[in-house]
């Protein structure tokens, strides 16, 4: 059965910078898009950034310039590097297999201090 499991999540100081994994099972990692999203308390899940298999990414507004999504595709794993991190960045970050349409079970990221 495919799936997605995340790591790396952790409590940091505000200014701090995290980096997230993904790593996924299945076959044919590098032809599908992968993507982060986030769930804060009281909030919809929002799609932080994603990127396909040739590489293109997208961010959300309130990301840009400070979170950067990459790929090993040999690795079958996605990453998320987060700098610059800000109190409104307290989330459960979920990874989105596009491929399979799965989610993983989430890491926690708290920015405080």
């Known amino acids: 059965q495919e799936q997605v499991v995340e790591s790396g999540g952790d409590l940091v100081q505000p200014g701090g910078s995290l980096r997230l994994s993904c790593a996924a099972s299945?076959?044919?990692?590098?032809?599908?898009?992968m993507g982060w999203h986030r769930q804060a308390p009281g909030k919809q899940r929002e799609l932080v950034a994603a990127?396909?298999?040739?590489?293109?990414?997208n961010y959300a507004e309130s990301v840009k310039g400070r979170f950067t999504i990459s790929r090993d595709n040999r690795k079958n794993t996605v990453y998320l590097e987060m700098n610059s991190l800000k109190p409104e960045d307290t989330a459960v970050y979920y990874c989105?297999?596009?491929?399979?349409?799965?989610w993983g079970q989430g890491t926690q990221v708290t920015v405080s201090s």
């Open positions: 990127i396909t298999s040739g590489g293109n990414t």
């Open positions: 299945g076959s044919q990692f590098s032809t599908y898009t």
């Open positions: 989105r297999h596009y491929g399979y349409g799965i």
